[in-house]
């Protein structure tokens, strides 16, 4: 496809239960971006792949929180026993390379909205 | 915990008139951005600007980058119903390598036909 796609678009939980949320970057990207963002407010980084390697994941908020992209492409953001403060967007991004700071562009996906009941 | 204030965080406005948005920071960036957020949406790249002092204009908007680097301003000449959505800063601490993005909390515009 031509952009970042993103699935489900939208998700409701229970607490307690597990869920998966799925990113599909821009075909050729290697860098892969995982943020969350919170009803008002702005996007919070929660990890960072380069190709199937996770270089960063300081923004995970606990350990509830899993990513993977096991062959370099699309990404899985798992979250376990999901609790109401769990409620977000989640966003994903690519960029072609990685490497260049501000100089590469961040695409985004439309995200996953996660409702936890 | 985010280090780049935006404000006001909610701005309605008559079509036509002018607005600025503020983005502040107690840190040093190298480099800043500024997205635009639709509903069901994610953000989208308007402007980089990387040099203190940098203007730079992309139709009726113009981008400003404080001299020290911590703070930006956003500002819309003539709004226009389609100006409405939620508009983001962004800081990146690196020149290089991979850099996530510390994003601000975000100005909700509406332009008012």
């Known amino acids: 496809g031509a952009g970042v796609s993103q699935s489900p678009r939208y998700k409701v939980a229970k607490r307690g239960q597990d869920v998966a949320l799925r990113c599909d970057p821009i075909s050729g990207h290697v860098s892969l971006f995982w943020y969350q963002q919170a009803l008002g407010q702005g996007p919070e980084f929660l990890t960072y792949f380069q190709n199937e390697a996770q270089l960063d994941k300081s923004g995970l908020p606990s350990d509830r929180f899993f990513a993977e992209r096991p062959e370099g492409s699309v990404s899985t953001l798992k979250i376990q026993r999901t609790q109401q403060e769990d409620s977000a967007v989640y966003l994903c991004?690519?960029?072609?390379?990685?490497?260049?700071?501000?100089?590469?562009?961040?695409?985004f996906g439309p995200g996953t909205r996660l409702l936890v009941l | 915990t985010q280090l780049l204030e935006q404000s006001p965080q909610f701005l309605s406005i008559q079509e036509g008139e002018n607005l600025t948005v503020y983005c502040n920071s107690s840190?040093?960036?190298?480099?800043l951005q500024w997205y635009r957020q639709e509903p069901g949406e994610g953000p989208v790249l308007l402007v980089t600007?990387?040099?203190?002092?940098e203007v730079k204009k992309l139709k009726r908007l113009t981008f400003q980058f404080g001299d020290a680097r911590k703070d930006s301003s956003l500002h819309i000449t003539a709004a226009q119903p389609g100006d409405t959505g939620l508009y983001l800063c962004?800081?990146?601490?690196?020149?290089?390598?991979?850099?996530?993005?510390?994003f601000g909390t975000g100005t909700r515009l509406t332009i008012i036909p």
């Open positions: 840190s040093v960036f190298s480099s």
């Open positions: 962004a800081g990146q601490i690196s020149n290089f390598g991979n850099e996530k993005l510390t």
């Open positions: 600007v990387v040099t203190g002092g």
């Open positions: 991004a690519s960029t072609l390379l990685g490497a260049g700071g501000w100089r590469e562009t961040q695409y």
